[in-house]
């Protein structure tokens, strides 16, 4: 196999985590795979940053809205560093400028396995009843709403409770108009408009995390059920199941969009009906329980990405339980420092020997 | 398959529905039931196997299958 410099983004694992971390696990367990893992952090404290365990180094990077320019410069210089191959995005904010970029960055060296920018779109909020039309799911009733006038509409046409939910972040219940309108005023001044107005679908959540390999074929699948979330809605314990009507709707939805990438589906479901809440176009912060049961997905997506023999069964066993944990560790102010003041951390020993061209950081 | 007929029971009564993700515990009587509707027993079968089982009075036993079977109806499991 060979040897591949892995850059990963989201390693802020902190209350409201991102993915990388458990990507970063999900990598290390797959043991026949030769991989240098450099953490990619907007943020010197993102806790992933730090865990020499798991990332090998790790930079900085601009945020992705100040330019895109700059951004891709820093990760051409990453390249040039370390012989970056490939990055596994894992954040809703800087999918945007992968995506757009995707092919620069091919040409530059650096893939990434992204959906297209149109399946993107997709994951608006109010794209949801199209998008669950075409993969054969159902929605709840959901309504755009730009002003306070459309939302007393909407409020009468969707009827109470209801959720009222940011275009691409955050879902609030309402019970009472009074609440419904706090929530569109305070959505509004947070993230702007439009809003989103959508009727509470009864039925149990369940989320679906997989892969689509871009031409209508699945790379794996599992399905778990949150236990227990945080005050954020993140799972902070699950267990595995293995819904058929879940199961099959995202097969439906993989082949529909002929989706190339990771996914996670977040549904409601009643009996056989499965309702389609939301859909986010990464892998979910929970991805390692995915793979600590059996199915693989970051792994198998490097191995679809090099051509190397990949696993593309959904075979886990039910009833495996998530916890999810917080756990201290202590850096050095030094490692603090040297991340603020040049933008990286140094290697790991064993991963010295590994990078190919310039400087060592 | 019916929702009854998936339900995973061990012998401590624990009770686990591998399609949602529900758990259960159950009593001694309570699994005797479930394991009875999942071998397909009608109500006055299910009315037999505890009495026998747990020496109850028939009419006793009557009265506390058809709680049970409602109680599984509100939990959507029957």
């Known amino acids: 196999m060979p040897s591949l410099v892995v850059g990963i983004t989201g390693l802020n694992a902190t209350d409201n985590p991102g993915p990388g971390v458990g990507i970063a696990r999900s990598l290390r367990l797959d043991s026949e795979l030769d991989l240098v893992i450099v953490g990619l952090a907007y943020n010197a404290l993102e806790p992933g940053i730090y865990m020499d365990w798991i990332v090998d180094t790790s930079f900085t990077l601009p945020y992705p809205s100040a330019s895109a320019r700059e951004y891709i410069a820093r990760l051409w210089y990453i390249k040039e560093t370390t012989g970056l191959d490939c990055v596994i995005p894992g954040l809703d904010a800087e999918l945007p400028l992968f995506i757009r970029y995707a092919g620069e960055l091919e040409s530059m060296g650096i893939r990434t396995c992204l959906p297209t920018m149109n399946q993107f779109r997709l994951r608006a909020k109010d794209q949801l009843p199209q998008l669950a039309r075409q ?43 009074a609440e419904a309108v706090g929530w569109y005023r305070r959505l509004l001044a947070e993230w702007g408009g439009p809003v989103i107005v959508q009727a509470i679908v009864q039925g149990d959540e369940l989320n679906v995390v997989g892969l689509g390999d871009g031409e209508g074929g699945c790379l794996g699948l599992v399905c778990t059920r949150k236990t227990v979330v945080t005050p954020q809605g993140k799972m902070w314990s699950g267990v595995t199941v293995r819904h058929p009507g879940m199961l099959k709707a995202a097969e439906r939805f993989v082949t529909a969009q002929r989706w190339r990438g990771p996914f996670e589906l977040e549904c409601i479901v009643h009996e056989d009906e ?7 176009p990464r892998f979910p912060a929970w991805v390692y329980f995915a793979s600590a049961v059996g199915v693989n997905l970051p792994s198998r997506m490097i191995r679809q990405m090099y051509d190397m023999p990949c696993d593309v069964g959904s075979d886990y066993d039910v009833g495996q339980l998530f916890l999810r944990y917080s756990y201290d560790m202590v850096a050095s102010t030094e ?16 991963a010295l020997g590994q990078f190919s061209i310039g400087e060592l950081p | ?77 029957l």
Request: proline share 3%.
């Open chain 1, 135 to 177: 993969s054969g799911l159902s929605a709840p009733k959901t309504l755009v709403v730009s002003d306070e006038t459309e939302l007393w509409s909407a409020i009468e046409e969707v009827g109470l409770p209801l959720y009222v939910k940011g275009i691409y972040y955050q879902a609030h219940r309402a019970a009472t108009a």
């Open chain 1, 335 to 350: 490692q603090y420092q040297r991340l603020l003041t040049t933008g990286q951390l140094p290697a790991r020993e064993s």
């Open chain 2, 1 to 77: 398959m019916s929702v009854l007929q998936r339900l995973a029971l061990n012998d401590e009564g624990f009770v686990f529905d591998p399609a949602t993700g529900d758990s259960f515990i159950l009593n001694d009587s309570a699994a005797a039931l479930i394991r009875g509707l999942q071998e397909g027993l009608d109500e006055l079968q299910l009315v037999d196997r505890l009495s026998e089982r747990f020496l109850v009075e028939p009419e006793q036993a009557t009265s506390d299958v058809e709680d049970f079977l409602v109680q599984l109806r509100a939990m959507r499991l």
């Open chain 1, 274 to 280: 499965v309702s389609l809440i939301e859909i986010n």
